[in-house]
């Protein structure tokens, strides 16, 4: 069975720094692509950052450019998310889920709250 | 970027009816659609992807169609469980820039 289990979330605040994780289990996790996408509170869908398998090529939504970082480690079936320079509105429910277009499965989620 | 409208923001329908969902594209995405069901609390699932297949262990009762920049998710006799929200996702831009629809609450009449 396909598992993704995220954490590393919390209150941290604004200009702070967070890092989530994401631990694979059930599939090749080397063999995938990977993404992070957020949900705010009450809100839509929002993808944030995307891995290929080897980590070669690395993209990010706009939105967290410059702030994010997307890494793995393939020997740790992990995904990671290295978020500094926090505002308000990075405040969401952080999933991963493998993919190179569309998602599935997902996991729990993690969620970050960005406040003072 | 691409924007997908979705409609309507809310659905009404009695359990046993047909639910109809649409999603419109800002610009053509081929068949690079998807489609999500959100229940309060949980992760989304994957229900259809290229627009019209339906992803491992989905009911028969979903049906997704469409191409360009129109789609439609059906379900054709909705059950207690299919009362949740449910979001497109379009995946035809390379490099990735993936964007979801607002999503479309389906509730109970």
């Known amino acids: 069975e396909v598992q993704l289990v995220e954490s590393g979330g919390g209150l941290v605040q604004p200009g702070g720094s967070l890092r989530l994780s994401c631990a694979a289990s059930?599939?090749?996790?080397?063999?995938?692509?990977m993404n992070w996408v957020r949900q705010a509170p009450g809100k839509g869908l929002e993808w944030v950052s995307y891995?290929?398998?080897?980590?070669?090529?690395?993209y990010y939504a706009d939105s967290v450019k410059g702030r994010f970082t997307i890494s793995r480690d393939n020997a740790k079936n992990s995904l990671y998310l290295q978020m500094n320079s926090l505002r308000a509105e990075d405040t969401a429910v952080y999933y991963c889920?493998?993919?190179?277009?569309?998602?599935?499965?997902w996991g729990q989620g993690t969620l970050v709250t960005v406040s003072s | 970027e691409i924007v997908m409208t979705q409609s309507p923001a809310t659905l009404s329908v009695s359990p046993g009816e047909r639910a109809t969902l649409s999603c419109r594209a800002s610009q053509s995405v081929s068949s690079n659609l998807a489609w999500y069901q959100q229940k309060p609390g949980q992760a989304p699932r994957l229900l259809i992807y290229?627009?019209?297949t339906r992803a491992t262990g989905i009911p028969a009762r979903f049906s997704g169609s469409g191409s360009g920049t129109e789609f439609t998710l059906t379900i054709s006799s909705l059950q207690s469980e299919d009362f949740a929200v449910y979001y497109c996702q379009q995946y035809n831009n390379w490099p990735p820039l993936y964007t979801f629809g607002q999503g479309t609450k389906l509730e109970i009449k």
């Open positions: 290229g627009a019209s």
């Open positions: 891995i290929s398998s080897s980590s070669s090529t690395i």
């Open positions: 889920a493998p993919g190179r277009d569309w998602f599935d499965p």
């Open positions: 059930g599939f090749t996790f080397s063999s995938y692509s």
